[in-house]
């Protein structure tokens, strides 16, 4: 798997899963429970992570409609 997002935006991780899903690539959330034991003021990323055959097409997909990709 490879790392296509990582940010403490509550709002991003949800749209970039909506668009991805649109395109049938699947996704995985890291960091989620450790996000929620911070107690939700937002210092801790989350990340989001797609196969690598789907790194490519999910980053194109993220940057078409304006969202940061911060994976390599």
Known sequence: MK?????????????AK???A???IDC????VNISILEG???????RLMVADEDH???KA???DNGVEVTGG
């Open 61 to 63: 997909v993220l940057r």
């Open 40 to 46: 939700g003021i937002g210092i801790l990323p989350r």
């Open 28 to 31: 995985f959330e890291f960091d």
């Open 3 to 15: 790392e296509l997002l990582r940010t403490t935006d509550p709002t991003i991780i949800p749209f």
């Open 18 to 20: 909506a668009l991805l």
């Open 22 to 24: 649109g395109e049938d």
């Open 56 to 58: 490519f097409l999910a």
